[in-house]
């Protein structure tokens, strides 16, 4: 055989396999396609559906993300105000101790060798018992950061005057055992001045005076049985109405006095200055509430005695405020510790100041009330 009959077998048994191997795969693709239609025949006869493969999932994927967003409906004022005071009281509360450390390190306004001063936030107790988040539970971690995190370092730090969980504003800390005595002696000898503002529902009348009522804890009896502060007084209007009898002193009662000066009344409400003179528990807020008759603005416990509700206030009022009574639950109280003086090492007086929170000044505004400061540049 010569080379060109050669040549032709070849190029014949090379078309051959070509023929051959083309009906191989025509078959298998006839054979895969038949088990595909049989696999979703039986996914439909069962139920089930069928596995998607990873590039139909991001088929999948790219056609939800280039479908348009529907877009959300705008909040209404209220609803914007109660989300506001809402993300406010959870900001701080349950957060990590390290996080809560930061933020007091960063507050920090005034420190010397004995004592340091914060600006406690809303909502964070100063002790707690259960384990969780306080101020007491964080003071070793702001102690090392205050002397620069180093690790031997025997600095402690020490609540001396609490404040209450939903107070806000100067807070003493003494750096050690000694410093704590020296503070609650000044204290016990009135030496310590302690000044808070509050924002009231109601204009107190005189406006500027002292409260001096004794107070004792009672049970309030109802479908929610519950304890609180209460006025003891120890006189009480006679029979006749003419006139003052003096009454039996409950022996479980605590003097009280607190002296008050209106700063500013506007929509009902006030900003009022007051300065405990005694440090009775709950003692502000209920010789505003049950003397004066003009509890503070979101106390939602002493504005009611018999029981246990949020706050209610004035049609006028919540419309300022931009809320629904439905939703007053959520204001939080307005009671900030503006001022604390007391001795310092030498002769003259430490006097530190705590600027107001934001959602105090907030409040001010929209019930058009105005700081003494402003006043005075007008």
Request: charged share 25%.
């Amino acid at each position: 055989m010569n080379s060109c009959s050669r040549i032709a077998c070849t190029s014949g048994w090379s078309s051959g396999l070509d023929t051959l191997f083309f009906r191989l795969r025509s078959r298998t693709t006839c054979r895969r396609g038949q088990a595909t239609a049989t696999k979703h025949a039986a996914c439909a006869d069962t139920g089930e559906k069928p596995r998607l493969r990873a590039i139909d999932l991001a088929r999948k994927v790219q056609q939800e993300k280039a479908k348009p967003q529907a877009a959300e409906a705008p909040l209404s004022v209220q609803q914007s105000r109660v989300s506001e005071l809402k993300r406010f009281s959870l900001q701080l509360q349950n957060v990590h101790p390290n996080v809560l450390a930061k933020h007091l390190h960063r507050s920090v306004l005034y420190q010397d060798k004995d004592v340091v001063v914060i600006n406690k936030p809303y909502g964070v107790p100063v002790r707690d018992d259960s384990g969780s988040t306080s101020i007491s539970s964080v003071l070793p971690v702001l102690s090392k950061m205050m002397e620069g995190m180093k690790i031997k370092s025997g600095s402690q730090l020490h609540p001396c005057l609490g404040l209450e969980k939903e107070t806000t504003g100067a807070m003493l800390l003494a750096r050690s055992e000694e410093a704590v005595e020296h503070i609650l002696s000044l204290h016990r000898n009135h030496q310590v001045q302690r000044k808070y503002w509050v924002i009231t529902v109601g204009v107190p009348v005189p406006s500027e005076g002292v409260i001096e009522i004794p107070m004792t804890e009672k049970e309030v009896t109802g479908p929610q049985p519950h304890y609180k502060m209460a006025l003891s007084p120890l006189f009480r209007m006679n029979d006749a109405g003419d006139g003052m009898t003096r009454v039996r002193a409950h022996r479980q009662s605590h003097p009280a006095a607190t002296k008050y000066k209106v700063l500013d009344s506007s929509s009902g409400c006030s900003l009022v200055e007051l300065q405990p003179l005694t440090g009775v528990k709950h003692q502000i807020r209920v010789h505003m509430a049950f003397a004066l008759a003009c509890p503070i603005l979101g106390d939602h416990k002493y504005s009611h005695w018999s029981k246990l509700a949020p706050q209610k206030l004035p049609e006028r009022v919540l419309g300022r405020l931009g809320l629904e009574q439905s939703k007053i639950r959520y204001l939080p109280l307005h009671l900030h510790s503006r001022l604390l003086i007391f001795p310092g090492a030498s002769e003259s007086d430490i006097t530190v100041s705590c600027p107001l929170p934001k959602y105090f000044t907030n409040t001010l505004k929209r019930l058009h009330l105005t700081l003494p400061d402003e006043k005075e540049n007008k």
